[in-house]
């Protein structure tokens, strides 16, 4: 059996109850406010079909709240406390001593470095390390060994450097952060010479000389480069690097391993 409704009278009084109710607690107000833990929320009341009232309370819109705000355009939203880089480098290296080297004086390397910076310090620390290789050979301009013809000289290098030094990033917290920094390196290289030719008459034999030469050295180096921050932790970028103060007495002479290198790098961190 269907129940009646309710005369509207009922209803309206109900409506006015609530009202009074509302008023008396503190749940009328839609604005925020710090004495009532009720302020954000606004009543409500709906009178139902078969004459009952619903009733309730939901989330009012606070017009004085602030409204989020985004980081302005061009700059990038990293707000960590410390800037933490590491770089994998392929590059070009040249020694500077072209006419010590030849023919050798040009090659590839690859290397990794490392640096941490807080974002309040003037600078911070980096360190690294690469591997430079490579191998050649010339013809002789003249006799260089007596009773030989055909002098060839064939030189085989390995060198694998250490370093340590302090750096400093510009623009922090920007996707775009050039650098520079200096250090000191150490360097153990593994140089072989070989020296091949064909013998003078009477002699029938082919000359063949082989030498090995391992040293350490240590050196100066400097360096600048530029990041660009691709993601949160994906970066890509360029580095030139110039090393000096080495020494390099062997069988080739005195000379040394200074150089310069120009890299592309892929970076992680941020």
């Known amino acids: 059996m269907k129940r009646p409704s309710p005369p509207p009278a009922t209803v309206e009084a109900r ?32 009178a139902g079909p078969l004459g009952g009232v619903a009733y309730g309370a939901s989330p009012a819109i606070n017009p004085t709240a602030p409204l989020p705000v985004s980081a302005p355009q061009g700059e990038s939203s990293w707000r960590r406390p410390a800037l933490g880089t590491t770089h994998i480098l392929v590059g070009a290296q040249r020694y500077e001593d072209t006419d010590f080297w030849d023919p050798i004086e040009n090659g590839w390397f690859v290397g990794l470095d490392s640096s941490y910076e807080n974002v309040d310090d003037w600078f911070g620390v980096e360190w690294g390390g690469a591997l430079r290789f490579d191998d050649g050979d010339r013809a002789s301009d003249g006799p260089q060994t007596p009773g ?13 450097e250490a370093s340590i030094g302090v750096r400093r990033t510009f623009f922090r917290r920007s996707s775009f952060r050039p650098y ?51 993601s ?39």
């Open 148 to 160: 030989v013809l055909d002098y060839r000289l064939d030189s085989d290098i390995e060198a694998y």
């Open 232 to 270: 949160e932790y994906i970066m890509l970028g360029v580095d030139a690097r110039a090393l000096r103060g080495t020494d390099l007495p062997n069988m080739m002479g005195n000379g040394d391993l200074d150089c310069e290198r120009v890299s592309l790098f892929f970076g992680f961190g941020g």
């Open 180 to 230: 520079v920094g200096l250090g000191a390196s150490a360097i153990y290289y593994e140089l072989e010479r070989t020296e091949t030719g064909a013998p003078v008459p009477p002699a029938t034999e082919d000359y063949r000389d082989k030498k090995e030469h391992k040293r350490v050295t240590f050196g100066l180096y400097a360096h600048l480069g530029i990041e660009w921050q691709l």
């Open 15 to 46: 409506l006015a109850a609530l009202a009074l109710l509302s008023a008396l607690t503190g749940c009328a107000a839609p604005v925020a406010s710090s004495a009532s833990p009720r302020s954000h929320l606004a009543p409500w009341a709906e």
